[in-house]
Nanobody, 124 residues
Framework: QGHLVESGGGLVQAGGSLTLSCTAS????????MGWFRQAPGKEREFVAT????????WYGDSVKGRFTISRENARNAVSLQMNSLKREDTAVYYC?????????????????WGQGTQVTVSS
């Protein structure tokens, strides 16, 4: 999965929804756990969500639990992030990433490949 491309970012009002998508090139997509991270200006990269290769087990960062949903479509080499009840503090660049070792799934350092990022801005 050497190439990841995100899409779907944009400007949305607080309380609204947005869906981010990420498509991966290459084969063996199901052998990777796929994650979403975000980074706001002046802050460290933050874990948002991750899903295993089968699309079963999923984990979320505390700040997004109950509001965001990660899912994947292995037939299309795609992973998405449905974001509901957006807040101003969700404003960040969102990154899609792939993890081949299937460990430390909330640690950005454990991910092998990254997309270029897509900006999400939530206005009040």
């Amino acid at each position: 999965q050497g190439h990841l491309v995100e899409s779907g970012g944009g400007l949305v009002q607080a309380g609204g929804s947005l869906t981010l998508s990420c498509t991966a090139s290459g084969r063996a997509f199901t052998t990777y756990a796929m994650g979403w991270f975000r980074q706001a200006p002046g802050k460290e990269r933050e874990f948002v969500a991750t899903v295993t290769g089968s699309g079963g087990p999923r984990w979320y960062g505390d700040s997004v639990k109950g509001r965001f949903t990660i899912s994947r479509e292995n037939a299309r080499n795609a992973v998405s992030l449905q974001m509901n009840s957006l807040k101003r503090e969700d404003t960040a660049v969102y990154y899609c990433a792939a993890n081949s070792r299937l460990i430390r799934l909330s640690d950005p350092a454990a991910y092998d490949y990254w997309g270029q990022g897509t900006q999400v801005t939530v206005s009040s």
